[in-house]
């Protein structure tokens, strides 16, 4: 059963949150994180990415960096920026985008469940990344961006969080990027004590944005652990930020692929090739695939439908059935030689946010650095979970979370 608890959030006053809110640190480049705060010197982008307030060509995982991030920190709260509440509370988190609401609730996980596999994952982790949250984590002695975690819910905690908010007033709302983010304190003892009550019945969490920040986390608890030997598993330390969301209210948006080139074939010997494990037919517009099994290919400023011929996947593997399996398996690897798309740097992933123009973009002749493109259909919230429950893994950059939980609207302290 999963544990799901309150905290005593630091995070900005009302004034300050629009401005202080901003996308997570693994959504964009230091340099354009630096155009993003230009002029805000609220952003949570001064201590999520604090070498923007370092010369331009810092190394982003330099000491000074994290120091710079704590600093900051320290900083937000001495001026006012930040408080931190006097007691512990849930809060509710709520983002509309393109006509679709989810509600979830703010609260720490436990690293024990993380351990145990009640937290289940369904991506591998780079350790480079990984160490870098560990050191950002370490210096700031806090979590300072949520893990976006999703749960079944049979309406029981959904139709709590939405009955709070239709009789208060939120604490913050305000729009960015066009998506309205309102949240709300819950400081009710007894709607806090229904809510725990609700998650400990909670078989399982899912995550389904956050592995590198969650696993970065419980290495950082575990750390603590280690140097506290009479811990009483009631620390801080033992529990990490993250955002609750019922699976029924998320939608993943496809992720899509772009290769540099041909690996030697010409365009006529490529087309026949994949015709050995797709059909293959020529489309006059853009193919956003509608259904499973149906992959656009973009190539020479043509694009293409795939469908894979039966027998080349496996329909009752939670994994095989997967497109970007198939893609990987049939296409990917034997014909483009790319054996492992989470290092091979002749492949790249472009989320669905940004529309198929990206991918004729991406392979213009004229201007584009990349020759052939895939677009795939999303998994949905049903693969993750049977997945995530039979312990295999997904193939690196299947799924697509929007919008983003931004940084910055609560930080968890260590201490």
């Known amino acids: 059963m999963a544990t799901f608890r309150p905290f005593r959030a630091i995070r900005p006053t009302q004034e300050h949150a629009a401005a202080v809110a901003a996308l997570p640190y693994d959504t964009m480049s230091s340099a354009e994180a630096r155009v993003r705060a230009a002029g805000n010197p609220h952003s949570f982008l001064h201590i999520d990415m604090a070498e923007i307030d370092l010369p331009e060509h810092t190394n982003p995982y330099d000491d000074i960096v994290y120091e710079t991030a704590a600093a900051n ?8 920026t930040f408080k931190q509440d006097d007691a512990p509370q849930y809060y509710i988190y709520r983002q509309t985008w393109r006509g679709r609401t989810q509600t979830g609730l703010v609260g720490c996980a436990c690293i024990d469940d993380y351990q145990n596999g009640i937290i289940k994952k369904h991506e591998l982790t780079v350790q480079a990344k990984q160490e870098d949250r560990i050191r950002h984590v370490t210096t700031c002695n806090a979590n300072t961006g949520p893990i976006f975690l999703a749960y079944r819910d049979a309406q029981s905690i959904a139709a709590k969080l939405d009955n709070w908010c239709n009789t208060h007033p939120a604490d913050y709302d305000f729009t960015q990027t066009d998506v309205r983010h309102e949240c709300w304190a819950i400081d009710c003892l007894a709607l806090t004590a229904q809510l725990q009550a609700a998650f400990a019945t909670t078989l399982a969490l899912y995550i389904a944005d956050g592995h590198h920040r969650s696993a970065s986390a419980v290495h950082v608890g575990l750390a603590r652990r280690a140097a506290a030997p009479n811990y009483t598993g009631q620390e801080e330390f033992n529990f990490f930020l993250a955002v609750c969301f019922p ?3 998320l939608e993943i948006l496809d992720y899509n692929r772009v290769v540099k080139d041909l690996n030697g074939h010409t365009a006529e010997d490529f087309l026949s090739k994949v015709a ?10 853009q193919v956003k695939p509608a259904m499973t099994h149906e992959i656009g290919m973009y190539l020479d400023g043509h694009w293409y439908r795939l469908r894979p011929h039966a027998g080349t996947y496996d329909e009752r593997s939670p994994v095989g059935r997967l497109d970007v399996e198939i893609l990987q398996r049939n ?21 669905g946010i940004r529309g198929l123009e990206e991918l004729e973009r991406r392979c213009d002749p004229a201007a584009g650095d990349m020759r052939v493109a895939f677009a795939m259909h ?25 919008p983003k939980l931004l940084s910055g609207l609560f930080i968890h302290n260590l201490e």
């Open 331 to 351: 296409l990917l690897e034997p014909l483009l030689n790319i054996d492992d798309p989470r290092r091979n740097k002749r492949i790249a992933f472009i989320g």
């Open 73 to 80: 920190l320290q900083r937000f709260i001495a001026e006012g």
């Open 276 to 285: 050995e494990k797709f059909t293959v037919q020529a489309a006059d517009a």
């Open 247 to 249: 699976h029924d209210q």
């Open 378 to 402: 999303a998994p949905s919230l049903d693969d993750l979970f049977a997945i995530a429950d039979s312990g295999n893994i997904m193939p690196p950059k299947s799924t697509w979370f929007e």
